[in-house]
């Protein structure tokens, strides 16, 4: 198997929270890139949700842009990097609800 490398910013966490990207709506203007190899050769996928973006495997890189004012910043992470990042998120915020539920 072909190494796939990409070159993109690591620093996810604020990329992942105040991006918008992630925020459930069509990405028009900076959708995800995802990059498969099939058969040989690498197939780049162009995807403009989350939902869609997480029907992939959690190996397979993928390449966000983070649009700015003056210039866009790019990202470089895989789809399991968000999945545990929304999976980490999912537990806070359940964690935050139960003494509410208690009472």
């Given at each position: ?49 989350v ?42 915020w ?6 509410a539920?208690?009472?």
């Amino acid at each position: 198997m072909t190494k796939i490398i990409t070159a993109g910013h690591t620093d996810l966490n604020d990329f992942f929270e105040k991006s918008g990207n992630f925020s459930g709506v069509k990405l028009t203007h900076t959708p995800f890139l995802v990059f498969l190899e099939e058969e040989g050769a690498f197939r780049v996928h162009i995807v403009d949700s989350v939902d869609q973006l997480l029907s992939f495997p959690n190996e397979t890189p993928v390449m966000g842009q983070w649009q700015g004012n003056y210039c866009s910043d790019f990202f470089q992470f895989t789809v399991g990097d968000y999945r545990s990042y929304t999976d980490e998120k999912k537990k806070q915020w359940e964690k935050s609800l139960l003494p509410a539920l208690m009472s």
